[in-house]
Structures are given as C-alpha cells and as structure tokens.
C-alpha cells in the first residue's frame, strides 16, 4: 500500500482475495498525529478468471426426435454464457443458454441433425468470452464427453420375388374360320 | 371374304397373378430387429413364413384372402435399428389376384359383313 502528498486515491496490492470487512484508513502526519480513522466501506477483491469446470450432456447417446441437456458449469458465477461460447457444437444445434443459480451453471438443449449416424461428437466452449461479477474475463476452453448420434432411421423396399413376365395369350383359332352357310 | 380373326397375342399386366401366395422381400436400408409378420400390412391377404433375422433382408409368402387387389406394407415403426430407431413407413406393393378362369360368353355367329 503507498500514498503521497495530494493523491486523492490510495492503491492496495498486497490483499487478499475475498471479502473486507471493517477496514479502516488511518493517517499520521509528519508530526506523529493520527488522524482519526476513515472508515472504508465493506468490499470485495477478485482478481481471478472465471474457469469452466465441466461441460455435461444428459445423455451420450441420441437417436431420432430426442434432445439432450448441456450443462456448462464455472468455477464462479458469470454474468452471460451466449451461443457463440460454444466453439464447437458437432451435428446439432443448441438453444439460448439459461442459468437459474445467479451465472454458475448454464444449461441449454441440444438438437441433434437429423438423419446423421456419427459415433464420435464433441461440444466444447470456451470462457475468453464470459466475465465474472468483478469483471475478470474468462480463460480457457473445456470439451463435453463423447456423445453418438444415431438419427437416420432405416427404410425398407418391399418388393415381390420372382415378378412374373406378362402373361401371353395366343388364340388358337380355325383358318379360315367357317363362315354361316347362305342358301341358295 | 371370309371372317378372320385376330391372332395377335393378347398381353396382361403383370400386376395379375393367379397362384395362391407369393413371396414378397423386404430389404432395410440398416440391419434392425424387431420384424415379425404383425409388422407387415396387408390387405385383402395375409403375410406368413417370414424369414431373415438381424439381417437387412427378409422374405415372407402373401396369401390372397380372396379375388381381386392384395396391397402389401410395412408401417412405420415396425422394426428397429441399433440406435432404436424406428423404420419409415415403406411404399405399397399391389397386385391384383385372379384366379377365375375365363368362360366363353357369346357364341353368336357373326354376319359375314361381304357376301
């Protein structure tokens, strides 16, 4: 901590993280005359970036007309999780992440594409673009688990064995075919 | 001139037949399971002996219940593929059963029409 004559602000650097309560601001002059302490408002310091701790779907296996929950989870509340966090999102498309718990977790839907068969697919998002409460920019990226896709359903050709050549009909008449017998 | 008469050879579709059942095959474009003969849809018929398991071709005999058209499909969702999913309803096949023979109906001698 350092101040000067006429500085109007004081900076700390050796402080912890966390929650200051109580602090007072004492000064003594160059006579050895304290002041009386200036009592300094209840603050809190965080100087960390938000992490991205896990990135979880409700299910790694999906097949046609199902959906699954992606769950992004912090390491400390962020003010917004937007659809462009989501770097990669393979064979689907995700909705509006929403949070219910104040920015920790953020949960949206996945829809897979449809008629895709593709065992191997990833969502991974990354933090450079969420900010905590103190307004510290996210790091890094985290990758969900493996999930497959399966959204091509079979289709069947019925057809009949042995389809049979047209039938021919050969008529088999008398020539020169007896005509009625005029009198004479 | 005396009456001829037309020895073209007649044609019929071959959408008529007259044998008592015929076989149909049903090709999947995936292997699935799950395909019994209550999955396949006939009309004026019935399906039996169905055979193949697991594999993406089944055959199975359709027997006329009587004359006249026998339609043959599979609903959707009649078989399954590894994932669960469901097949597409499929296209109908239709023939036409008929296994009356023809009889002579008129026997009216023609006027010779140059005498």
Same mark, same amino acid.
Not at chain 1, 56 to 72: G, I, N, W
Not at chain 1, 149 to 164: C, G, H, K, N, Q
């Given at each position: 901590?350092?101040?000067?004559?006429? #500085?109007?602000?004081?900076?700390? $650097?050796?402080?912890?993280?966390?929650?200051?309560?109580?602090?007072?601001? =004492?000064?003594?002059?160059?006579?050895?005359?304290? !002041?009386?302490?200036?009592?300094?408002?209840?603050? /809190?310091? #965080?100087?960390?970036?938000?992490?991205?701790?896990?990135?979880?779907?409700?299910?790694?296996?999906?097949?046609? /007309?199902?959906?699954?929950?992606? =769950?992004?989870?912090? #390491?400390?509340?962020?003010?917004?999780?937007?659809?462009?966090?989501?770097?990669? +999102? $393979?064979?689907?498309?995700?909705?509006?992440?929403?949070?219910?718990?104040?920015?920790?977790?953020?949960?949206?839907?996945?829809? *897979?594409?449809? $008629?895709? !068969? !593709?065992?191997?697919?990833?969502?991974?998002?990354?933090?450079?673009?969420?900010? /905590?409460?103190? /307004?510290?920019?996210?790091?890094?990226?985290?990758?969900?688990?493996?999930?497959?896709? #399966?959204?091509?359903?079979?289709?069947?050709?019925? +057809?009949?064995?042995?389809?049979?050549? *047209?039938?021919? +009909?050969?008529?088999?008449?008398?020539?020169?075919? *007896?005509?009625?017998?005029?009198?004479? | 001139?005396?009456?001829?008469?037309?020895?073209?050879?007649?044609?019929?579709?071959?959408?008529?037949?007259?044998?008592?059942?015929?076989? &149909?095959?049903?090709?999947?474009?995936?292997?699935?399971?799950?395909?019994?003969?209550?999955?396949?849809? &006939?009309?004026?018929?019935?399906?039996?002996?169905? &055979?193949?398991?697991?594999?993406?071709?089944?055959?199975?005999? &359709?027997?006329? %219940?009587?004359?006249?058209?026998?339609?043959? %499909?599979?609903?959707?969702?009649?078989?399954?593929?590894?994932?669960?999913?469901?097949?597409?309803?499929?296209?109908?096949?239709?023939?036409?059963?008929?296994?009356?023979?023809?009889?002579?109906?008129?026997?009216?001698?023609?006027?010779?029409?140059?005498?």
């Amino acid at each position: 901590m350092s101040a000067s004559l006429g #500085d109007h602000s004081v900076t700390f $650097d050796t402080l912890a993280e966390g929650r200051h309560n109580n602090c007072t601001l =004492t000064v003594t002059d160059r006579g050895g005359q304290r !002041e009386r302490p200036l009592v300094v408002n209840a603050f /809190d310091l #965080d100087v960390t970036a938000p992490a991205i701790t896990g990135v979880a779907l409700s299910s790694s296996a999906l097949k046609a /007309d199902e959906t699954a929950l992606v =769950t992004v989870t912090f #390491d400390e509340p962020v003010i917004a999780l937007h659809g462009s966090d989501f770097v990669e +999102v $393979d064979h689907g498309t995700l909705s509006t992440p929403v949070s219910t718990d104040g920015g920790l977790t953020w949960i949206a839907t996945f829809t *897979p594409t449809a $008629d895709v !068969e !593709e065992p191997t697919n990833v969502i991974t998002v990354s933090a450079a673009g969420v900010v /905590d409460l103190a /307004d510290n920019h996210g790091t890094g990226t985290f990758s969900s688990g493996n999930y497959a896709l #399966d959204t091509l359903r079979p289709v069947v050709a019925i +057809v009949r064995l042995l389809e049979p050549s *047209p039938i021919r +009909v050969q008529s088999r008449l008398p020539s020169p075919i *007896p005509g009625p017998t005029r009198s004479p | 001139m005396t009456p001829s008469a037309d020895r073209r050879p007649r044609s019929a579709t071959a959408s008529l037949f007259n044998t008592p059942t015929f076989a &149909v095959t049903a090709t999947f474009s995936e292997v699935v399971t799950g395909f019994t003969t209550s999955d396949i849809s &006939v009309t004026n018929g019935t399906a039996s002996d169905l &055979v193949g398991s697991g594999t993406d071709a089944y055959t199975f005999n &359709v027997t006329p %219940s009587g004359q006249g058209p026998v339609t043959v %499909s599979m609903p959707a969702l009649g078989a399954q593929d590894a994932a669960g999913n469901g097949n597409d309803v499929s296209a109908t096949l239709s023939r036409t059963y008929d296994s009356v023979a023809p009889t002579l109906t008129e026997t009216t001698p023609v006027a010779d029409p140059d005498p």
